[in-house]
Structures are given as structure tokens and as C-alpha cells.
């Protein structure tokens, strides 16, 4: 009888899951974009990709070792940081156009690893999505090579979201498909979506961020977008840039997102709101990375205002 | 002559104004987009902050404590008008490329700071060697931000090309203010990573000696 006895610390609710499960999970349901990526842009988006995650995974070893800190490579993470930023960058027509993208991709990783996330304590301590400050850092710093896309003939062309911006008419079945410009990951809604299903039937995520994001931002384009009850220019944005591999992959970063209930509403609400305002009034036609990394700031706040009260406290007195 | 060099010294090493004691933040981010600007907002100050140190000390006897500040006021926005006005009639360019930030060295900081920590209380002469340290300091910092930022952000140390474009591509950051972040940070951790070794060896050598004797 005395063995049933057992009296420790929480956590009491154990599982099974761990760190590297879960990145797993997370880079198995990124492949459907990335294969689309790859047949979509050609074979240079292979190895874009590939050059990316193993900057990623060599930094992350480097600097552990160098620190003489723990080696965590084998948990994913930087596998999974390193294809998300890889999704998130253009892919180039002409070889030295792809070994220069090769370059910014190693510095982004490098950013990513070092700066984002081991200067900060590493994984769980980062307090922005790693992958999205490094995209934003090249952003920033090489804009026209990062707003440059071309399809896999080699003609750049302007991304849908850049023709909605000019007041053009976009095809929105190619956009669910994905037969258009844009990042490597972002084109495809219908590979993300399946991604995204296999994650939320693994139990990663929870639709309560992507599906607060998605609604709020709907709702905001169709107040502010001006074009009234317009329902192909919403279902364009709905589908259009990175929203949607936002929406599920990045928003979702269990690090950088909060952990209350309540809080995953405000916060998706937040970034549909932002999403919109860069979209629609701000100078570029995308904002889905900026409004992500900016909310990640705000994630201590909202975390602390929706602080559940413990059973039996905060009654009446 | 000793406690003068230990001024000028811990002015430029052991407090260095920007890497250690983290004031002047606000120039420091904001004009280092070059080198140039760096060693033009830097020497500009140095020559207000030694010339303050030096009134503000000869006159400490005679400013009551009651209205200190505003008096320390009134000294330093004579010199930093002064300098202005020399400023825009013999260096126009730089002039230009300062800006706003000259006249913002008149609630620079530093100057208030040594004003109120060192001035106050010291001689005159002791008081021009700590400008000078505090103010070579202050040049020798954001000289380095400048350059590194510059070098980062276009390829070019005081305009002279170093990395020629046609295998750098500028990382543009870092000539914009998250540049500025970025790169003081990396600054301030070497600092303190040499300064921590520096403590390490100084109990070592104490050690070494307590064991000798």
C-alpha cells in the first residue's frame, strides 16, 4: 500500500511529449509547403532550403560548443528555425542570384541562433520568434533582393498582395493553389493548410491563435480594405503572403506566443489587427512578419493581464 | 603628475563613459551612422566637457548647493553656444550632418555627470584631466561604433571604400538605428568580458603576492 503513496512538487499532469517530439511534429507538417516550394520554384529552392537548415544546425552546435554549454541540436529546434526562415525567403533565378541568396540565408541563420535565441538563453528563452527576426533583419537590410520575386522561367513578377496594393484584379483559385510569386513556403494555402491540419490533429497547436488571427483579420479588411462586402478581394488577402503560414506555424511558437487560453484570443486579435493596418495603410503590400515579431513583444503583458486566478482565490469578500 | 594620467585613464578604460557607465545614450545611437560623425560629435564634446569641468571647478566655492544645477546649466549652455556658433562658421559640414545634436550637448549626460560627481568637488587642473579622459572616452567609443557601422552598413571606414560592392552587399541595418543596438551591445559585452578578465588577473596577481610574502 505504502508504494501508492507518493507525495511531490508539480507538475502532477505529466505527458509524454517532449521538446523534440513536438519540433518534429512542427518540421514534418512544414514539408508539404516546402515540397510545393520546391516543385513551384524549381530546384533552387532546394537547395536554398537546405543550405538554410544546416546553417542553423551548425550554428546552434558552433556556439554550444564554443559557450561549453549543453548541445541541443538533437531537439529540432534549429531544424525547424532553420526551414521556417528558409519558407520565408524568395527564391532567385540565375546561379550567382542563388549562391548570394545562400550567403543572406547563412547570415540570417546566424542571426537567428545567435542573436534571436542563445544570446537570450536559448530555446524557451527567446523572446521573438528566431526565424522571423532573421527575416526581418534581412528584410531590412536587403530590401530589394528580399522583394524580388521570380518564378522558376526567371521573369519576376509582382506578388499578388504588391497587385491589390496597385487596386488590380488577382486570380484567387491560383493563389489557393499557389501558382504565384512570393516566398518559397508561402505560395501554397492548400499545403499549408495540410501542415496545419496534421498539427492540430498531433495536438501541437490549438486554432485558438490562427483562428482568432484569421477571423479578426478578415473582420478588419472588411471594415477598413474599402471595398465593402468584397469577397474576392478578402479571400486574396486571406490567402495571399505569408498569412497563412503565419497564421499556423509562426503565430503558434509555443516560446514566443502566451500560454493562457484567454491570452491566445487577445493575442490573435492583436495580430490580425496589426497584420491589417500594415497591409492595408502601411508603405509595403506584406506585414505578416512584422506584425508577429512586434506582437511577440507583447506577449509578457498579455500574459500577465490574463493570468488565470487559482481555484478557490479571488472570491468574494 | 600620477593622479593626472589615472584620470585620463579611467576615463577612456576603467569608466569609460559609454561602455561602462552607459550615459550620453542618446548621441551614442543616434549620429554613429559613420565614422566621421563619430570623431566629430565625440572631439565637440570633449572640448565642452573640459572646458566646463575646468569653470565649474574654479567657481565651486562660489555656486551655492541649493541652485547647483541650474548653475552648471548656465556654464555648459555658454560653452556648447560657443562651440555652435564655431562650429557653423569653420566646420559647416559637419555641422550640418550633427544637426539637433549639438545643441542637445547642453543636457549631454556627461557633462552633467562629471559636473555633478567630479567637478564640484576637485581642483581645476584635476578637473580638465578627467574631461579629457572622460571626453577621449567618449570619442574613442562612439569612433568605434561609427566605424564599425559604417564598415557593416556600406562597406566604407570614413568614406574611404574597404569592402568593394562587387562581392559585399551592405547589410543596410546597420546604418539604421537597430544598428546602433545591435552593435553597442556587442561593445559593451566585449568591455565587460575585459574587464572581467582584467579582475580575474588582479586577484591572482593579490593572491600570487599574499602567498610570496
Known amino acids: 500500500m505504502s508504494g501508492l503513496i507518493n507525495v511531490s512538487s508539480s507538475p502532477h499532469v505529466r505527458d509524454k511529449d517532449t521538446t523534440s517530439k513536438i519540433m518534429q511534429c512542427v518540421f514534418i507538417a512544414l514539408l508539404p509547403a516546402s515540397l510545393f516550394g520546391i516543385y513551384n520554384f524549381g530546384l533552387n529552392a532546394l537547395i536554398i532550403i537546405a543550405v538554410t537548415v544546416a546553417a542553423c544546425v551548425a550554428t546552434e552546435y558552433v556556439y554550444e560548443k564554443l559557450m561549453k554549454k549543453p548541445v541541443t541540436v538533437k531537439d529540432w529546434s534549429a531544424a525547424v528555425t532553420g526551414l521556417l526562415l528558409a519558407l520565408n525567403l524568395p527564391c532567385p533565378y540565375g546561379t550567382e542570384n542563388v549562391i548570394r541568396m545562400c550567403l543572406l540565408a547563412i547570415l540570417g541563420s546566424v542571426f537567428a541562433i545567435v542573436i534571436v535565441k542563445q544570446l537570450f538563453g536559448g530555446l524557451g528563452q527567446n523572446f521573438m520568434n528566431p526565424a522571423l527576426g532573421a527575416r526581418c533583419f534581412l528584410l531590412i537590410s536587403f530590401t530589394s533582393r528580399m522583394t524580388t520575386f521570380a518564378m522558376a522561367d526567371g521573369v519576376s513578377t509582382a506578388t499578388p498582395l504588391a497587385l491589390l496594393k496597385a487596386g488590380e484584379s488577382v486570380n484567387t483559385l491560383d493563389m489557393v493553389i499557389g501558382r504565384i510569386p512570393g516566398t518559397i513556403g508561402e505560395t501554397s494555402v492548400i499545403a499549408i493548410i495540410i501542415g496545419a491540419i496534421f498539427l492540430i490533429w498531433k495536438d501541437v497547436i490549438t486554432l485558438r491563435i490562427p483562428g482568432s488571427y484569421l477571423i479578426s483579420f478578415a473582420i478588419f479588411v472588411l471594415i477598413f480594405g474599402g471595398h465593402g462586402l ?34 491566445q484570443i487577445v493575442y490573435g486579435v492583436i495580430l490580425g489587427c496589426l497584420t491589417g493596418l500594415f497591409r492595408l495603410f502601411g508603405g509595403s503590400a506584406e506585414g505578416v512578419s512584422y506584425a508577429i515579431i512586434f506582437s511577440n513583444l507583447l506577449v509578457p503583458l498579455i500574459e500577465r493581464a490574463t493570468l488565470p486566478k487559482p481555484f478557490g482565490k479571488g472570491g468574494e469578500k | 603628475m600620477g593622479k593626472y594620467i589615472e584620470r585620463i585613464y579611467n576615463g577612456i578604460i576603467k569608466e569609460n563613459p559609454t561602455f561602462v557607465i552607459v550615459l550620453g545614450m542618446c548621441p551614442t545611437l543616434a549620429v554613429t551612422t559613420s565614422a566621421t560623425n563619430g570623431v566629430g560629435m565625440g572631439l565637440t564634446t570633449t572640448a565642452v566637457l573640459i572646458l566646463c569641468n575646468m569653470l565649474i571647478a574654479a567657481l565651486r566655492n562660489y555656486i551655492p548647493d541649493k541652485v547647483r544645477i541650474p548653475g552648471f546649466i548656465v556654464v555648459i549652455a555658454t560653452f556648447v553656444t560657443l562651440t555652435e556658433l564655431l562650429l557653423k562658421a569653420f566646420l559647416p559640414a559637419l555641422n550640418d550632418s550633427l544637426g539637433l545634436y549639438i545643441p542637445l550637448i547642453v543636457v549631454n549626460c556627461i557633462i552633467m555627470g562629471r ?20 571626453g577621449l572616452g567618449f570619442t574613442m567609443a562612439l569612433t568605434m561604433i561609427g566605424a564599425i557601422r559604417e564598415l557593416l552598413g556600406t562597406g566604407a571606414i570614413f568614406g574611404f571604400t574597404i569592402l568593394s560592392e562587387s562581392f ?46
Open chain 1, 230 to 263: 468584397d469577397l474576392n478581394f478578402l479571400c486574396a488577402h486571406l490567402a495571399g503572403g505569408g498569412l497563412m503560414l503565419g497564421a499556423f506555424f509562426m503565430a503558434t511558437d509555443y516560446v514566443t506566443s502566451p500560454i493562457t487560453k484567454k491570452g
Open chain 2, 115 to 134: 559636473a555633478e560627481a567630479y567637478a564640484c568637488k576637485n581642483g581645476v587642473l584635476l578637473s580638465m584631466f578627467d574631461g579629457i579622459g572622460m
Open chain 2, 168 to 213: 559585399y552587399e551592405p547589410i543596410t541595418i546597420f546604418i539604421l538605428a537597430p544598428g546602433a543596438f545591435l552593435v553597442l551591445s556587442m561593445l559593451v559585452a566585449a568591455q565587460n568580458k575585459i574587464n572581467l578578465i582584467n579582475e580575474k588577473k588582479a586577484k591572482e596577481a593579490a593572491k600570487a603576492a599574499a602567498k610570496a610574502e
